[in-house]
């Protein structure tokens, strides 16, 4: 069975187009086991991401409920991410936070008059 784990824990990326999670050095290597129809290996480092959140691992996608719940039933077996993080989305969302990560929005309060 093809599969691919990450070998190790640091400088973890994650694929744009599948989520696939390996070592930067593995997509390097090997590119995206996914997508090699979609990506080749010269494009494949500027599709993939060191943002993202949480990780699962999924071993048999086709019995996975995990695998059916995440849409990712047809790929190979891997550590997927379960988001990739959108830095423009986090810049927008910066700019009404506080030093503390606080919201600094106040909604306009309605005159009664």
Same mark, same amino acid.
């Given at each position: 069975?093809?599969?691919?784990?990450?070998?190790?824990?640091?400088?973890?990326?994650? +694929?744009?187009?599948?989520?696939?999670?390996?070592? &930067?050095?593995?997509?390097?290597? =090997?590119?995206?086991?996914? +997508?090699?129809?979609?990506?080749?290996?010269?494009? /494949?480092?500027?599709? /993939?991401?060191?943002?993202?959140?949480?990780? /699962?691992? /999924?071993?048999?996608?086709?019995?996975?409920? +995990?695998?059916?719940?995440? %849409?990712?039933?047809?790929?190979?077996?891997?550590?997927? +991410?379960?988001?990739?993080?959108?830095?423009?989305?986090?810049?927008?969302?910066?700019?009404? &936070? $506080?030093? $503390? %990560?606080?919201?600094?929005?106040?909604?306009?309060?309605?005159?009664? =008059?």
């Amino acid at each position: 069975m093809n599969h691919s784990f990450p070998t190790n824990l640091k400088k973890l990326r994650a +694929c744009l187009r599948c989520h696939l999670v390996k070592t &930067e050095e593995q997509f390097q290597h =090997d590119g995206c086991d996914n +997508c090699t129809n979609y990506l080749n290996k010269n494009e /494949i480092m500027s599709n /993939i991401t060191p943002h993202f959140k949480g990780i /699962i691992a /999924i071993s048999n996608p086709k019995h996975s409920w +995990c695998a059916r719940w995440l %849409g990712k039933q047809e790929l190979l077996p891997g550590f997927y +991410c379960l988001d990739i993080i959108n830095n423009e989305e986090d810049e927008d969302r910066s700019e009404y &936070e $506080d030093e $503390d %990560g606080d919201n600094r929005i106040v909604e306009d309060e309605e005159d009664d =008059d």
